[in-house]
């Protein structure tokens, strides 16, 4: 078929059907004979949101938007393009959390998820039980964390994995990783999901689990997307606590608060285990939770100004009706022997769903302020445990507190290589813990370009000094240095691209097989 003949007749057709703008693009023409052609966008609205994410530092601007009443419309369209001598990009849009155009396709088509739970058609949340799962959530893969959250506590219960903020779809977390405070204790989220239904990029619609077409279930957790579209996850659930038990530590001495955080995980007492930086120029209290009363910001800034970097430990334990009369007791135990500051130890006592949703409340006010909208050059690392204190010194100190220009919080705390299973398409480095490092930038007055440029300093400080650090929800120009990000999985990487995305149609905006 001549699938790229751009009829001027038909282009003039579609303007009269009022759903699409002129078909200028190289997207085949013939798509709009199928039977979704009506919920194919071309419209300014649609292209807009489709071309931009939360980075708001790459644009990619797509032919159409494809907004899915069903399962069956994402079948149809990449079933179409596969079967096109010159097949078509498309890309998955969950919550356009990226930062780097992940979910863009330049010239493709973006399928929009949200819209499966506008027409109420996708597999929703539905809980569920069976003797060899226990409790279990069959989740639509577009479906928000927030959503998952209130409707397993419908019946008490909830997953056990989480990220930190939680208007994230299921699908793009499960493509990353999904990493918090929980996973030294249960893994990340690609960890704690039994069964996936997944539209390969050939247009198969295939059921995979760690027994079933167990090579498509390894690949696409962690998979960026290059393997297929998640449209249903069946997640574990455990009992939903009522409450918890949220404490900060301070620490001026890195190794103290480093071996602290280690200590912590090791032991099988807490639920949540954290960690970041205060300092001039990344206060206590950030977007990320407003934690701190103002007279202990005020302690904790001319603790701050005394020492230069301060270092918050982070945990939570979680008690319910029947553990409140033991939790603090609990506590004092767990926190026996660890050497934060005397005297800067924060205490609250709150629900365990603000817990989970503390990053909302923050979103809500710089997005009144209209800071939410604005470039995010992100870093996000794992650095083995065995080259921390270097990290330390060569980035926190000698880089990021001397520039002084870092925008946003900063996140360091450690995770437990044996939560992760190797089968699985996503990477860390090769020692038992891990550090993940999130350095969350809001664009400065100096622009995203400078805090990008201190990115790349610190990520040639680590190539100079041989940390073996991995980026999370990375981005990468070129194939050698994917290639080297997945180190010994990229052979393994690349033949299931081959297997279930011969043609290479998905997440372009990775860049990993082609360009955006
Ligand atoms: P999108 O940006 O829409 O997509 C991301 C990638 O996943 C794309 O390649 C896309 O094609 C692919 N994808 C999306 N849906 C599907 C699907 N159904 N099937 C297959 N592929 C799909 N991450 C953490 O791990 N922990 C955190 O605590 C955390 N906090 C965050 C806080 C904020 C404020 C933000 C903006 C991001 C945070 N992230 C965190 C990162 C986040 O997990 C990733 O950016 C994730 O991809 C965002 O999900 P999304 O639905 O917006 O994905």
Same mark, same amino acid.
Not at 200 to 216: A, I, Q, R, Y
Not at 503 to 514: A, E, H, T, V, Y
């Given at each position: 078929?001549?699938?790229?003949?751009?009829?001027?007749?038909?282009?003039?057709?579609?303007?009269?059907?009022?759903?699409?703008?002129?078909?200028?693009?190289?997207?085949?023409?013939?798509?709009?004979?199928?039977?979704?052609?009506?919920?194919?966008?071309?419209? *300014?609205?649609?292209?807009?949101?489709?071309?931009?994410?939360?980075?708001?530092?790459?644009?990619?601007?797509?032919?159409?938007?494809?907004?899915?009443?069903?399962?069956?419309?994402?079948?149809?369209?990449?079933?179409?393009?596969?079967?096109?001598?010159?097949?078509?990009?498309?890309?998955?849009?969950?919550? *356009?959390?990226?930062?780097?155009?992940?979910?863009?396709? =330049?010239?493709?088509?973006?399928?929009?998820?949200?819209?499966?739970?506008?027409?109420?058609?996708?597999? *929703?949340?539905?809980?569920?039980?069976?003797?060899?799962?226990?409790?279990?959530?069959?989740?639509?893969?577009?479906?928000?964390?927030?959503?998952? !959250?209130?409707?397993?506590?419908?019946?008490?219960?909830?997953?056990?994995? #989480?990220?930190?903020? !939680?208007?994230?779809?299921?699908?793009?977390?499960?493509?990353?990783?999904?990493?918090?405070?929980?996973?030294?204790?249960?893994?990340? @989220?690609?960890?704690?999901?039994?069964?996936?239904?997944?539209?390969?990029?050939?247009?198969?619609?295939?059921?995979?689990? %760690?027994?079933?077409?167990?090579?498509?279930?390894?690949?696409?957790?962690?998979?960026?997307?290059?393997?297929?579209?998640?449209?249903?996850?069946?997640?574990?659930?455990?009992?939903?606590?009522?409450?918890?038990?949220?404490?900060?530590?301070?620490?001026?001495?890195?190794?103290?608060?480093?071996?602290?955080?280690?200590?912590?995980?090791?032991?099988?007492?807490?639920?949540?285990?954290?960690?970041? !930086?205060?300092?001039?120029?990344?206060?206590?209290?950030?977007?990320?939770?407003?934690?701190?009363?103002?007279?202990?910001?005020?302690?904790?800034?001319?603790?701050?100004?005394?020492?230069?970097?301060?270092?918050? +430990?982070?945990?939570?334990?979680?008690?319910?009706?029947?553990?409140?009369?033991?939790?603090?007791?609990?506590?004092?135990?767990?926190?026996?022997?660890?050497?934060?500051?005397?005297?800067?130890?924060?205490?609250?006592?709150?629900?365990?769903?603000?817990?989970?949703?503390?990053?909302?409340?923050?979103?809500?006010?710089?997005?009144?302020?209209?800071?939410?909208?604005?470039?995010?050059?992100? /870093?996000? /690392?794992?650095?083995? %445990?065995?080259?921390?204190? =270097?990290?330390?010194?060569?980035?926190?100190?000698?880089?990021?507190?001397?520039?002084?220009?870092?925008?946003?919080?900063?996140?360091?705390?450690? /995770?437990?290589?044996?939560?992760?299973?190797?089968?699985?398409?996503?990477?860390?480095?090769?020692?038992?813990?891990?550090?993940?490092?999130?350095? !969350?930038?809001?664009?400065?007055?100096?622009? #995203?370009?400078?805090?990008?440029?201190?990115?790349?300093?610190? +990520?040639?400080?680590?190539?100079?000094? *041989?940390?073996?650090?991995?980026?999370?929800?990375?981005?990468?120009?070129?194939?050698?240095? #994917?290639?080297?990000?997945?180190?010994?999985?990229?052979?393994?990487? @690349?033949?299931?691209?081959? @297997?279930?995305?011969?043609?290479?149609?998905?997440?372009?905006?990775?860049?990993?097989?082609?360009?955006?």
């Amino acid at each position: 078929p001549t699938c790229f003949i751009v009829l001027f007749i038909i282009s003039r057709l579609m303007s009269i059907t009022g759903t699409l703008s002129p078909w200028a693009s190289s997207v085949p023409i013939e798509l709009l004979k199928l039977d979704i052609a009506p919920r194919l966008h071309t419209d *300014g609205q649609a292209i807009n949101l489709a071309s931009t994410d939360y980075g708001r530092i790459v644009q990619a601007i797509p032919a159409a938007v494809l907004h899915p009443s069903s399962i069956d419309d994402i079948v149809t369209l990449l079933k179409f393009s596969y079967n096109c001598s010159d097949p078509f990009r498309v890309a998955v849009r969950g919550h *356009g959390h990226s930062v780097r155009g992940q979910a863009m396709a =330049d010239n493709g088509v973006v399928v929009d998820m949200t819209s499966l739970n506008d027409y109420n058609n996708g597999t *929703g949340i539905r809980v569920s039980r069976n003797p060899s799962l226990g409790f279990y959530a069959d989740v639509g893969g577009e479906q928000l964390w927030i959503d998952v !959250l209130h409707a397993t506590l419908e019946h008490g219960l909830a997953p056990v994995s #989480w990220t930190d903020y !939680l208007y994230l779809s299921v699908g793009g977390t499960l493509s990353n990783a999904g990493i918090s405070g929980q996973s030294f204790r249960h893994g990340p @989220q690609i960890s704690n999901v039994f069964e996936m239904d997944v539209i390969t990029g050939k247009g198969e619609f295939v059921t995979c689990s %760690k027994h079933t077409n167990n090579d498509l279930f390894y690949a696409v957790l962690g998979g960026l997307g290059q393997f297929g579209i998640i449209t249903r996850a069946r997640i574990a659930l455990d009992k939903a606590p009522n409450r918890a038990k949220w404490v900060r530590m301070l620490y001026h001495d890195f190794s103290a608060f480093t071996r602290d955080q280690e200590h912590l995980i090791s032991i099988n007492g807490l639920d949540y285990v954290e960690g970041s !930086l205060i300092m001039q120029q990344s206060p206590p209290n950030n977007w990320r939770s407003s934690f701190f009363s103002l007279s202990d910001q005020s302690r904790i800034a001319s603790l701050s100004t005394k020492h230069g970097i301060i270092y918050c +430990l982070e945990v939570v334990k979680y008690y319910d009706d029947l553990t409140v009369d033991n939790i603090d007791e609990e506590l004092q135990v767990l926190f026996k022997g660890l050497s934060f500051l005397s005297g800067f130890i924060f205490k609250r006592d709150v629900s365990y769903v603000d817990f989970l949703n503390r990053v909302r409340s923050g979103e809500l006010k710089l997005q009144s302020k209209g800071l939410w909208e604005v470039p995010h050059p992100w /870093l996000n /690392l794992f650095v083995p %445990k065995s080259r921390i204190m =270097d990290f330390n010194e060569g980035v926190f100190v000698d880089i990021i507190n001397k520039q002084n220009k870092t925008t946003g919080p900063i996140l360091v705390y450690p /995770l437990n290589r044996n939560k992760w299973d190797d089968r699985m398409s996503a990477v860390i480095p090769d020692e038992d813990t891990s550090y993940s490092i999130g350095l !969350l930038h809001s664009s400065g007055d100096n622009g #995203w370009e400078d805090l990008d440029e201190q990115n790349n300093e610190i +990520l040639q400080f680590c190539d100079k000094v *041989g940390i073996k650090a991995k980026q999370y929800l990375p981005h990468y120009r070129t194939k050698e240095e #994917w290639m080297n990000h997945f180190g010994s999985k990229w052979d393994i990487f @690349q033949e299931r691209k081959a @297997q279930f995305d011969p043609k290479m149609i998905l997440s372009p905006g990775q860049r990993i097989f082609n360009s955006v």
